[in-house]
């Protein structure tokens, strides 16, 4: 049985990868489109054509479909698989969450208005 620290919601989402300096030799040039199997507070598991090596840390711009807001957070490769079907790369990510406001958007995104949780945060 796996713990995890935060609750996964399955939702997909639109996300753009953009690779660092150091995966751009092994994952290609440019960016990469994507879309999220399930997110939570600490992470996501993306859906990709591109496979990102474990370890490496990527830029990853999130389209919150509910929300309509743009996350853009650095998230660090955990694990990456292909998919049952072999089509597609699941890439488990780690958010490294380097602003406050990046965290609060999550946190409006995924239980305002699920379960009732304040909008703000003071």
């Known amino acids: ?6 609750k ?16 751009r030799e ?5 960016a990469v489109n994507a879309y999220t199997r399930d997110i939570s507070l600490s992470g996501a598991r993306i859906c990709s054509q591109q496979d990102f090596p474990v370890g490496s840390v990527i830029r990853i711009v999130i389209e919150l479909e509910r929300t309509h807001q743009s996350l853009k957070v650095d998230g660090e490769v955990k694990w990456s698989r292909r998919t049952e079907d072999g ?4 890439v488990g990510v780690e958010f490294l969450h380097s602003i406050s406001q990046t965290l609060l958007s999550l946190i409006k995104h995924l239980y305002s ?3 009732s949780i304040p909008a703000s945060v003071s």
Do not use: C, P, W, Y
Not at 8 to 23: D, G, H, Y
């Open 1 to 6: 049985m796996e713990h995890r620290k935060d």
């Open 26 to 30: 092994a994952a290609g040039n440019g």
């Open 113 to 115: 208005e699920r379960d």
């Open 8 to 23: 996964r919601f399955a939702e997909q989402n639109n996300v753009l990868i953009k690779t660092t300096s150091e995966v």
């Open 87 to 90: 089509e597609l790369f699941e």
